[in-house]
């Protein structure tokens, strides 16, 4: 029984399209028939083609490679970047407390010297 692609979200689907026709685009910009990517992907021409149409499921393994293959791998690891995660970034500057309670260890070590004043000793 052959398995049936998974139901992804509009948006998710859309990215899927936009990022395969970006790895085709780049693959056509180097002059890179789908054969000679597929054999350097240790893939199929037909594994690449789907890629490019956004199939959902091609493997991410496959994407790293073919990435991998064109140059454009260190892009992977910025997917998930922090720096580029508004809304985490929003989520944990809310979490962050308004007030920093410091013990009395904390407090004995900026304040005064305990004693009293050093002047007209």
Request: proline content about 7%.
């Given at each position: 029984?052959?398995?049936?692609?998974?139901?992804?979200?509009?948006?998710?689907?859309?990215?899927?399209?936009?990022?395969?026709?970006?790895?085709?685009?780049?693959?056509?910009?180097?002059?890179?028939?789908?054969?000679?990517?597929?054999?350097?992907?240790?893939?199929?021409?037909?594994?690449?083609?789907?890629?490019?149409?956004?199939?959902?499921?091609?493997?991410?393994g496959?994407?790293?490679?073919v990435?991998?293959?064109?140059?454009?791998?260190?892009?992977?690891?910025?997917?998930?970047?922090?720096?580029?995660?508004?809304?985490?970034?929003?989520?944990?500057?809310?979490?962050?407390?308004?007030?920093?309670?410091?013990?009395?260890?904390?407090?004995?070590?900026?304040?005064?010297?305990?004693?009293?004043?050093?002047?007209?000793?």
């Amino acid at each position: 029984m052959p398995k049936s692609p998974p139901t992804l979200p509009l948006a998710a689907r859309r990215a899927l399209s936009k990022a395969g026709a970006d790895v085709g685009a780049a693959r056509r910009r180097r002059r890179l028939p789908l054969e000679i990517v597929a054999e350097r992907a240790l893939t199929t021409r037909q594994t690449i083609a789907r890629l490019e149409r956004g199939d959902p499921t091609v493997a991410v393994g496959t994407w790293a490679t073919v990435l991998f293959v064109l140059g454009l791998v260190d892009r992977l690891a910025d997917i998930g970047a922090a720096a580029a995660d508004d809304v985490g970034l929003s989520l944990e500057a809310e979490r962050l407390p308004k007030r920093v309670h410091l013990g009395s260890r904390a407090r004995g070590r900026t304040g005064p010297p305990k004693g009293g004043s050093r002047e007209g000793s």
